[in-house]
Structures are given as structure tokens and as C-alpha cells.
């Protein structure tokens, strides 16, 4: 798979819900701030939600990986990027890189995801002309912009 995308970043704070008796973040928040900076980054490359649905796809994670690094705890902010590399089958990538407020990596989680055709309920052939199709700026996707 190739990488092309510019990534895209977000800055979370910790919230009280995200940490664990210890005072440091449950392994759950983790993917939470993943899935949070990947729908901000559809978001902002012009997606929209209710009309992926109405032409009848969906996203779906079929593999997930959290590699933990250094520990988030109460009062820290935590910067997540989001990098796509899309391949040339049913699957693409979606790479996160969590980094601390002091600038070290607490952890990295990494998906592999398709499109889901909502009716047959099998992975569309071709998600990155989906997903380039129905975003204003497809390069936060990691994927060629249209020309102008």
C-alpha cells in the first residue's frame, strides 16, 4: 500500500471518563481517540456522513492494532494524527500516531477498514474512488485531488 496522504491532526484533552481508577487513560480511550480524529479528518476532507449512506456504503474496521508506548494520564492532552495508504484491493489503512502534550508517542493504532455496500453486504471493489468521490478535499484522505 501506498501513503500519500498529508496528515491530518487533532488535539483531544483528556477527559475524567477516559481514565481508569490509576489516574491513567483505559486501553478503550485509546481506540476512542482514534476513531474521533478519523471522523474529524472525513469530516474536514468534505464527507459527509448522511450521503455515504443514502448511496448506500458504510466504513468498517476488519483489523485493529493499538501498540501502547507511553502512558496518557489526567490532565494531558493528546495530538492525534491520521494517515491513509490505500492499496489496489477491497482494504486501505488508516494509521494513527498518538503524542503526548510533552511531544513523546504514547501509542500507535492502526486499522485496516473497507467500504461496505450496505445492500450486499460485501466490500466494495474500489473504496478509494468512493471515498474520492464523495470528498471535497480527497487529499486528507491521502488520495489525488480533483482538478480544479
Known sequence: MT???VPFRVRIPIRVSDLDPQLHV???AYQQFADHARFACVTEAGVSVP??????????NLEL?????????ANDTVEVDCRWEWGQGKTYRVEHTLTRGDG??????SY????LDLRTRKLV??????WADHAGDPALLGLPSRPA
Do not use: C, I, K, W
Open 3 to 5: 501513503e500519500t496522504s
Open 26 to 28: 483505559t486501553g478503550s
Open 51 to 60: 450521503d455515504f449512506l443514502a448511496a448506500g456504503v458504510g466504513p468498517v
Open 65 to 73: 492494532n493499538v501498540r501502547y508506548l507511553r502512558e496518557l494520564r
Open 104 to 109: 513523546e508517542v504514547a501509542a500507535t493504532v
Open 112 to 115: 485496516v477498514s473497507g467500504l
Open 125 to 130: 471493489a474500489d473504496p478509494a474512488r468512493v
